[in-house]
């Protein structure tokens, strides 16, 4: 099968691969409908992180169940399925609480698996699910009926960028009537607005400086867009609010900046849900004391995310898939990977 | 009048100082009927804080209202008031939000207010509350009626320590069936169990290596003691769960091997409140987002719990009084420091 292969920084190409098979019988085989790029696959692309030797990547996926392992139940060959992007058990103390990204055996795509054996990466025709039982989240409906209602690069969002940014808002424990900040304007960022607003907050200020990112922003519900940063960003805000401050802060970028920024943006007792993956951002346990802000988050609860979100995704009540704006063939993914890296495209879908 | 003075570390006395009295409109005289010696006193004590001049200590009274600024309504000459240790405007966002402690106009006793002008140490005879109107919190009930039910010492507690504790379990948001570690067992520690049983937790695991102190976690309805510290802990305490961990850390004490202890005992998802006055703690955001833990607290809304705990204190329902193992009167506030510095006692009531 054909599957981009991340080479060396700036260097990811479609390579042939070995065909997928099922080796323990908690797998399953999906054949990928559509994959897409993550702002945290340009870590590796851009060389933040180290890369090391040839490997596939892509963790974000919707596909056709194809063959299952013999211990695999809660799906059938055929059933059009989300995958989130991080795989568990179902089974530890962690997916017992809710939190499958923390699983006692989570697993990537792109990676071996917890017995040594290799796990496909998601920008590629098909994948090897392990965890299959519970990872696999079935939709419920053919893809047929599914593509014809447009509804595949919406449920491809909850793969990850609309369950982080779910999380992010879930985390900053976001309510009604809340005044919520997002800093960061990437998908998840405006995946950040989608779960505010589904959440009930109020008002939505989205911290952006991008003309198409804000609109897009607004259309999902932000009531304001500040685009200045730093302490700019902060009297900004405050002159929107009437002097008052956020109560709640989305960061949905990981570095050092959008963590400060997120701590200026709250009031004190506010509450930060913080997503990006972080590189950089230290936190002052003295800052947080002084000012009662509570941080919480990291790595989406997808897999719980999928169930909570599907019924608002099925309807149209969210639209989360408008953060792609570009789709290419599975082929052009050096293209999407160079489209993201100098912010031609917010979010690329990939087309097998 | 007399008052407590800290002149150096180890050099506590009690002096003749200036009887307090109205400077502004905003304010109140109260006459103490008992203060106490806090944890966070021995930071200064001990020389961990810098002690560059002499000055009135103490940050916890209950007492009676001698004289009222013009502005203040919102008790009468002669009411029994609980003063929270931090003073708050009750206007500004952070105070409407229900975080008086990050008042913008926050004031401390053994201070300066916002006008500059002196605030009293809460070790003494008498104290002059700026910031009156909402700070103090009348009981409603009459000195004699409350001595003679014995409630003086549980009222004290309002004023911070049990306020306190009860703000680690509210910002690690504790709720009915959880499991909660109780990491630290001073008197903050103590009233965190009596928290985390008020607000439903299940399984109450206090880390305690003290015996006296363990023996009255239990009574305070700690349904676990572990003695054991760092990966020891966290082992004895996966025993005591059958594998599993906390859902929920109160960390009640403040240093980086506290914090530390506190990410080990929970669950991935679980949650850390906070409330140690922070003396080395430095929080790997790399690690919360891993585990998704969330990380909340600060300085407690003491003067908002008073509210919430009021009648669970009047009707006996939580005896959190019972942390103060020594009376001292006012001339022994040496002893009283000396006692707690030696861990002689765990919590020093004084009486003027």
């Known amino acids: 099968m054909l599957a981009a292969v991340l080479h060396a920084p700036h260097d990811v190409r479609v390579q042939e691969r070995p065909d997928p098979r099922i080796l323990t019988s908690g797998d399953a085989v999906v ?7 993550c702002g945290s696959d340009l870590w590796s692309y851009r060389g933040v992180n180290e890369v090391r030797e040839p490997r596939p990547i892509g963790h974000e996926l919707v596909g056709v169940v194809e063959e299952l392992g013999a211990g695999v139940t809660s799906a059938r060959v055929g059933d059009f399925v989300v995958l989130p992007f991080s795989l568990s058990c179902g089974e530890c103390q962690a997916c017992r609480a809710g939190f499958p990204s923390t699983c006692d055996r989570v697993t ?13 990466g998601a920008q590629g025709e098909r994948v090897r699910v392990p965890l299959a039982q519970h990872s ?9 009926e599914l593509e014809s209602a447009g509804l595949v690069p919406h449920l491809l969002t909850l793969a990850d960028v609309m369950s982080t940014g779910y999380h992010a808002a879930v985390s900053a424990r976001v309510g009604p009537g809340d005044t919520v900040a997002v800093v960061g304007d990437g998908a998840v960022g405006l995946c950040g607005v989608v779960a505010a607003k589904l959440l009930g907050a109020e008002r939505i200020v989205a911290m952006s400086r991008h003309a198409d990112r804000a609109a897009l922003a607004r259309a999902f519900g932000a009531t304001d867009v500040v685009a200045e940063r730093g302490e700019e960003g902060v009297a900004a805000l405050r002159d929107l609010l009437d002097g008052d401050l956020a109560d709640a802060a989305l960061e949905c970028v990981g570095t050092a900046e959008s963590m400060d920024q997120s701590f200026g943006v709250v009031r004190g007792g506010g509450r930060i849900g913080f997503v990006g993956v972080p590189h950089g951002p230290a936190l002052s346990v003295e800052r947080m004391f002084r000012r009662n802000i509570t941080v919480g988050g990291g790595m989406a609860s997808a897999r719980r995310y999928m169930a909570e979100l599907l019924d608002d995704v099925l309807s149209g009540a969210i639209q989360p898939g408008r953060v792609f704006d570009l789709e290419l063939p599975l082929a052009d993914v050096a293209e999407a990977y160079a489209a993201m890296d100098e912010r031609r495209a917010t979010k690329v879908l990939l087309q097998p």
């Not at 990537?108 to 496909?120: E, M």
């Open 136 to 144: 696999m989240f079935g939709v419920g409906r053919p893809l047929d």
């Open 31 to 37: 054949r990928v409908v559509a994959a897409c790029v």
């Open 108 to 120: 990537y795509f792109g990676s071996t698996d917890r017995d040594g054996l290799p796990v496909d």
